[in-house]
């Protein structure tokens, strides 16, 4: 039988000012989505189902919004002997753990609301083709610290293949 994945112990959080981020998206997404709902209102000369599309709209926006905080606080990091272990999620919390030996890319992104509050973005690439791994939000010293000693370790584990 195999062992259990060991999510206990010390785990390293994004920065607060990732919040920011998130709600910087989403107000963009909410204001390009209140354009369409105000158009297909408007074109189709719907008032009650214009009404309803909009208060569906407020209310997916505004519960958005207000889980962003907790969104944000759910992101972490721990590096184990073996792998770097990543989570997140609120309701559907997921765990991933990624061998040193498997890393075959690891990229620092700096978007431009990112850049303005110092954070960066870490992104695994993998062998699997299919991985979709990485830490958002992370103070930009901290994300190249952690890409160096990453790259290091992927580096030491995979001279043994």
């Known amino acids: 039988m195999t062992e259990r994945l060991d999510i206990g112990g010390d785990w390293h959080r994004v920065s607060g000012k990732y919040v920011w981020t998130v709600i910087v998206g989403s107000v963009i997404a909410a204001v390009a989505s209140a354009v369409v709902v105000a158009l297909i209102w408007w074109a189709g000369d719907w008032a009650w189902w214009g009404w309803l599309l909009a208060a569906a709209w407020a209310i997916g ?42 890393m075959q890319l690891i990229d620092v992104s700096r978007g431009p609301i990112s850049r303005m509050l110092g954070l960066s973005d870490l992104r695994f690439v993998t062998a699997s083709a299919s991985s979709n791994v990485g830490i958002p939000g992370l103070p930009a010293e901290a994300a190249d610290e952690l890409r160096d000693r990453l790259i290091s370790l992927a580096e030491s584990r995979r001279a043994g293949l």
């Open 61 to 102: 926006y505004g519960l958005q919004l207000t889980l962003a905080p907790r969104r944000a606080r759910a992101i972490g990091y721990r590096m184990r002997d073996d792998d770097l272990l990543v989570r997140r999620g609120i309701a559907f919390l997921r765990f991933v753990a990624v061998p040193y030996g498997r």
